[in-house]
Nanobody, 127 residues
Framework: QVQLVESGGGSVQPGGSLRLSCSVS????????MGWFRQAPGKKREGVAA???????SYIDSVKGRFTVSQDNAKSTLYLQMNTLKSEDTAMYYC?????????????????????WGQGTQVTVSS
């Protein structure tokens, strides 16, 4: 079955960069959409960026132009390159995969019905 393991989180100053990685195993269907969600204490989980097997992507407005989601050719690793980080980016970031959504946007909107989640990696942006 699908298993996801995140890494790469840490503490950075505003304006800094981080690259998150998600090791992926168990995915064989081309229907899978993969992405990143984040959740800060006391706030709802929100979809950040997602990508499908064709390389099509979707981003939440607040990260457009700053974050880039990608995957390697074998689709064994999902990445989230985060640049120009802001304090409001502070959250636990989770990798996700779902084969029950039609496109990356649907995954970010919370339409996933077969979502597998990673354990999360903490990103803290502060002075």
């Amino acid at each position: 079955q699908v298993q996801l393991v995140e890494s790469g989180g840490g503490s950075v100053q505003p304006g800094g960069s981080l690259r998150l990685s998600c090791s992926v195993s168990g995915i064989t269907s081309s229907r899978y959409v993969m992405g990143w969600f984040r959740q800060a204490p006391g706030k709802k989980r929100e979809g950040v960026a997602a990508i499908d097997s064709h390389g099509y992507t979707s981003y939440i407005d607040s990260v457009k132009g700053r974050f880039t989601v990608s995957q390697d050719n074998a689709k064994s690793t999902l990445y989230l390159q985060m640049n120009t980080l802001k304090s409001e980016d502070t959250a636990m970031y989770y990798c996700a995969a779902d084969d029950g959504v039609a496109n990356p946007r649907e995954l970010l909107l919370g339409y996933g019905i077969r979502t597998t989640w990673g354990q999360g990696t903490q990103v803290t942006v502060s002075s």
